[in-house]
C-alpha cells in the first residue's frame, strides 16, 4: 500500500504569510494527487487535483505543485479563512490520505 | 446542483451491523463512481471502499471482511453495511462523488455513527 506523510502535522502562521504545506508519497504516483481542505465541523472540501489543478470556485492564491513522491500546497497570502486542516490523497493506486496538516493563524 | 446525503442511525451496538444511505442528487449513479470515506473523531480520512458507476465495487483489505456497498439507481441511493462494528468504528462516515480517477469533487455532510452499549 502507498503510504502519504505530511509535514508539519502543525503550521502556525500570520494573515498574509505565504505558507507551505508538504506531502510525500511511500513511491512514486507521478501526478496522482488531490489536497482538501476541511474546516472545523465540515466535511473536506477538493482544492488541487493532478498535483496543480485548481478546481473550480478555489481561491488563486491556492496552488499545488511537485510529481513522482514530494509534493507541496502553497497559500500564497494567507487569510483568516484558510484556519483548517489540509489533506492529501493518493489515487494512483488505491486511495490513501495523509494524516493532514492543521494550520492555525498566529 | 450535485449533492450528496448520508443517513442512518447514530449509534450502534458492539458487534451490530451499521448501515448507512447515501442520497444523490445532481448526478447519474451510472455515469459516476461513489465511495464512502471515514473519519474517527479528531483524527484523519480512510478510504473505507467504492461503487463504480458499472455497479462494481472495491473495498479497503484492511476491512473487505466486513463491509458490503450496493445501490438502488432507481432510487440515486448508495448503501454502506458493514458487520461486527467495534468502538473503534465510531466516526463521521462521508460519501463523495468521484469526478474522475478518485479525485473527490464533492463530500455529503457526513453521518456521525457512535458504537457504544
Known amino acids: 500500500d502507498i503510504q502519504m506523510t505530511q509535514s508539519p502535522s502543525l503550521l502556525s502562521a500570520s494573515v498574509g504569510d505565504r505558507v507551505t504545506l508538504n506531502c510525500k508519497a511511500s513511491?512514486?504516483?507521478?501526478?496522482?494527487l488531490a489536497w482538501y481542505q476541511q474546516k472545523l465541523g465540515e466535511a473536506p472540501k477538493l482544492l488541487i487535483y493532478?498535483?496543480?489543478s485548481l478546481q473550480t470556485g478555489i481561491p488563486s492564491r491556492f496552488s499545488g505543485s511537485g510529481s513522482g513522491t514530494d509534493f507541496t500546497l502553497t497559500i500564497s497570502s494567507l487569510q483568516p479563512e484558510d484556519v483548517a486542516t489540509y489533506f492529501c490523497?493518493?489515487?494512483?493506486?488505491?486511495?490513501?490520505f495523509g494524516a493532514g496538516t492543521k494550520l492555525e493563524l498566529k | 446542483q450535485v449533492q450528496l446525503k448520508e443517513s442512518g442511525p447514530g449509534l450502534v451496538q458492539p458487534s451490530q451491523t451499521l448501515s448507512l444511505t447515501c442520497t444523490v442528487s445532481?448526478?447519474?449513479?451510472?455515469?459516476?463512481?461513489v465511495h464512502w470515506v471515514r473519519q474517527p473523531p479528531g483524527k484523519g480520512l480512510e478510504w473505507m471502499g467504492r461503487?463504480?458507476?458499472?455497479?462494481?465495487?472495491s473495498y479497503n483489505s484492511a476491512l473487505k471482511s466486513r463491509l458490503s456497498i450496493s445501490r438502488d439507481t432507481s432510487k440515486n441511493q448508495v448503501f454502506l453495511k458493514m458487520n461486527s462494528l467495534q468502538t473503534d468504528d465510531t466516526g463521521t462516515y462521508y460519501c463523495t462523488r468521484d469526478r474522475s480517477r478518485g479525485v473527490m469533487d464533492a463530500w455529503g455532510q457526513g453521518a456521525s455513527v457512535t458504537v457504544s452499549s
Open positions: 461503487m463504480r458507476y458499472n455497479g462494481d465495487t
Open positions: 493532478n498535483a496543480n
Open positions: 445532481g448526478f447519474s449513479l451510472t455515469s459516476y463512481n
Open positions: 490523497q493518493q489515487y494512483y493506486s488505491g486511495y490513501t
Open positions: 513511491q512514486n504516483i507521478y501526478k496522482n
